[in-house]
């Protein structure tokens, strides 16, 4: 190591700071949060101090530096540019054995101040000894995606039980076993939604059962995980930490590589999906699965396509949870419609095109349809349909049939938000024949309404829409951002 990583206690102590811009700013908030008294000397203060200045432990000084301002300070920081005052602060600091730190100086910095990650009391720390500041900030910007802000809530929440816990179980691996349990169970979920009184219920329990060796065991748990409709990275937090946790995972035919890669990789996987006209495993089935693997003691995985609450029978799985008993996390996920939409640069809606949205199961026997066409068939919205490919055809035919226009713009959008996804746009009278054309399998999302028509304008992901916006920068004409 080129320093010594410590946690410095500052509360109440006087730290000294040089220069009123923005780099001040960010150090006199950090040490401010820190619970440190600052003092601060600049001849002005940059907009950056308006909210600072107002906490009682700010104090703004405009005279000159003296040797006698260091007498009690614990730290001091140089943020000026200027070589004189740069060199006028150092000494002082140096003469008073006061560690300073002078920005983008190493030379002269008796300790430097890492990135900081601050979920406290959890705060994580991350340096690059000043090689490379912006890789810390960098390597800072993944952990935040890695760690919610409910991290300290529990460790706070922790912290409050650490000399109860110690007071009653007194073997030291039993009470390892025990806060390995607190931290990757039901304790730590309830902390993290904000569910207080569950958790305090939850962790006396588990507490009363260690205490008396007798830890708790069979308590299985479904989580039933929103995986989208195929991007890895639309994924929730909540839902990569689920994954992790697994024992067994149950998931769709929707759900690709990608997003089954990161689920923990010594987790039994079992396939349930079901292609059109091909129910391979029944949904009943399914739902006995779930409960037989929880009443095993298993942590089990329903990785599902979309959200799990829209057209994903999702409710049905629970409410056979439910009536058995079982306890189950759901974990909403981004939806097919507002995926592939988003990706394909179609609004849902929009003030001059639509002002509703509706989602439809395009499902039908025989071609025929049980859906509400009055509604469906009204201006200024736009409708969305799941699962309308395989009777694509009749389906445009039978809006047409009840009054839509025929040249009311419509598209298909193949494996949306994938690497590989195509969009197929038309009208109500000739986008199946274009689907038709094409041979591309779905999945596919189908969009109808005048939104359709924004596509060409607001749609970045397509390559030759790229092309033209790098060509028309490089000849320096004027493009939208």
């Not at 690497?419 to 000739?430: E, K, M, T, Y």
């Amino acid at each position: 190591m080129d320093h010594l990583p410590i946690f410095f206690d500052v509360k109440n102590k006087p730290i000294i700071i040089v220069g009123g811009e923005t780099l001040g700013a960010r150090r006199t908030d950090m040490a401010l949060r820190a619970g440190a008294n600052v003092l601060l000397f600049a001849d002005e203060l940059s907009d950056e101090f308006d909210k600072l200045k107002l906490d009682e432990k700010f104090e703004h000084a405009t005279e000159p530096l003296s040797a006698e301002h260091f007498k009690d300070a614990v730290l001091a920081y140089s943020t000026s540019e200027d070589e004189a005052v740069i060199e006028h602060v150092h000494g002082l600091a140096r003469a008073a054995s006061v560690p300073i730190n002078v920005a983008d100086n190493p030379a002269l910095c008796d300790f430097i101040t890492p990135s900081i990650l601050d979920r406290a009391p959890l705060v994580v720390g991350i340096s690059t000894a000043g090689t490379s500041p912006i890789l810390g900030r960098m390597i800072k910007a993944r952990l935040e995606t890695m760690l919610p802000a409910a991290y300290g809530q529990f460790a706070d929440f922790l912290g409050r039980y650490r000399t109860e816990v110690m007071d009653r179980i007194k073997d030291g691996a039993l009470r390892r076993r025990f806060w390995e349990q607190v931290m990757d169970g039901a304790v730590f979920d309830h902390v993290l939604k904000g569910h207080e009184k569950d958790a305090v219920e939850e962790m006396n329990l588990e507490l009363a059962a260690y205490a008396e060796g007798t830890p708790r065991h069979g308590a299985g748990e479904v989580y039933l995980v929103g995986a989208g409709p195929g991007d890895p990275d639309l994924l929730t937090f909540r839902a990569l930490r689920l994954m992790q946790r697994a024992d067994i995972v149950l998931y769709d035919r929707l759900v690709g590589d990608g997003i089954l890669n990161l689920v923990r990789r010594d987790a039994e996987r079992v396939y349930v999906g079901k292609l059109p006209k091909e129910h391979s495993v029944p949904q009943e089935e399914i739902s006995e699965w779930l409960v037989k693997h929880a009443r095993d003691g298993k942590r089990v995985l329903r990785l599902k396509g979309g959200d799990p609450f829209i057209f994903g029978r999702g409710g049905e799985e629970i409410e056979k949870l439910a009536d058995e008993g079982i306890r189950f996390q759901v974990v909403p996920g981004v939806t097919a419609a507002s995926g592939c939409a988003s990706y394909a640069g179609i609004p849902l809606t929009h003030r001059e095109h639509a002002q509703a949205c509706i989602f439809v199961t395009g499902h039908g026997k025989d071609g025929r349809f049980d859906l509400d066409w009055e509604t469906l068939v009204q201006p200024s919205q736009t409708v969305c349909i799941y699962m309308g490919l395989t009777h694509l055809p009749e389906l445009l035919g039978e809006f047409i049939r009840r009054g839509a226009d025929p040249d009311l713009p419509a598209a298909a959008v193949f494996k949306g938000t994938r690497s590989d996804q195509h969009v197929v746009a038309g009208a109500l009278s000739d986008l199946a024949k274009k689907v038709a054309a094409t041979e591309l399998a779905g999945p596919a999302m189908i969009i109808i309404g005048t939104v359709v028509s924004l596509r060409d304008k607001l749609n970045w992901y397509r390559p030759e829409k790229r092309e033209r916006t790098i060509a028309k920068t490089h000849s320096k004409e004027t493009i939208r951002p």
